[in-house]
């Protein structure tokens, strides 16, 4: 079965720094891009990074550029994403989401709540 | 940056009737659309992927049409189950692939 979860979500002050964890299962891991997707809940969705299957290349949102860091562990089958400098503003459920090979994404995990607040 | 736009943002619809909810991209997009169903307390989850093929295990219920700037997911035969916010998104043009907004469909 297709399956994705994320991890390491939690409450963290402004300015701190969370590193979320996505284990896959169920498919070939290093064949598949790789994409994180962040909701504020009760908001819309709001696309956050990608990864090619070999991790050569990333691309980000402009509003978490310079800021996270996208990356993969292929002999883990685990996505990971690096949040350093966190705002209020990046509150939100954090998604990963295997990429289709047009552009879409399936599946996606449960999501993990990443809370920024003092 | 390409801007997707959905309406209406809220539709309330009888079971068995069909619903019928709008996309628009602010630049032609050819047929890289997909629309996405989210329930409450869930993850979205991909309905329709090149604006017109649906994706595995979904119902055929559910149907994509359009081409370039204008598409239309189109439910019959209405559900209490398909409560839930539909979500449109561009992989024409990225970085960023972008989201309408999301339509509520009310049952």
């Known amino acids: 079965e297709l399956q994705l979860v994320e991890s390491g979500g939690g409450l963290v002050q402004p300015g701190g720094s969370l590193r979320l964890s996505c284990a896959a299962s169920?498919?070939?891991?290093?064949?598949?891009?790789m994409h994180w997707v962040r909701q504020v809940p009760g908001k819309g969705l709001l696309w956050v990074s990608r990864?090619?299957?070999?991790?050569?290349?990333?691309n980000y949102a402009d509003s978490v550029k310079g800021r996270f860091t996208i990356s993969r562990d292929n002999a883990k089958n685990t996505l990971y994403l690096q949040m350093n400098s966190l705002r209020v503003e990046d509150t939100a459920v954090y998604y990963c989401?295997?990429?289709?090979?047009?552009?879409?994404?399936?599946?996606w995990g449960l999501g993990a709540l990443v809370t920024v607040s003092s | 940056e390409i801007v997707m736009t959905q309406s209406p943002a809220t539709l309330s619809v009888s079971p068995g009737e069909r619903a019928t909810l709008s996309c628009r991209a602010s630049?032609?997009?050819?047929?890289?659309l997909a629309w996405y169903q989210q329930r409450p307390g869930q993850a979205p989850r991909v309905l329709i992927y090149?604006?017109?093929s649906r994706a595995p295990d979904i119902p055929a219920r559910f149907s994509g049409s359009g081409f370039g700037t204008e598409f239309t997911l189109t439910i019959s035969s209405l559900q209490s189950d398909d409560s839930a916010v539909y979500y449109c998104?561009?992989?024409?043009?990225?970085?960023?692939?972008?989201f309408g907004q999301g339509t509520k469909l009310e049952i």
């Open positions: 989401a295997r990429g289709g090979w047009g552009g879409w994404f399936d599946p």
């Open positions: 169920g498919f070939t891991f290093n064949t598949h891009w």
């Open positions: 990864i090619t299957s070999d991790g050569s290349e990333t």
């Open positions: 630049e032609t997009i050819a047929g890289n």
């Open positions: 090149g604006a017109s």
């Open positions: 998104q561009q992989y024409h043009n990225w970085p960023p692939y972008t």
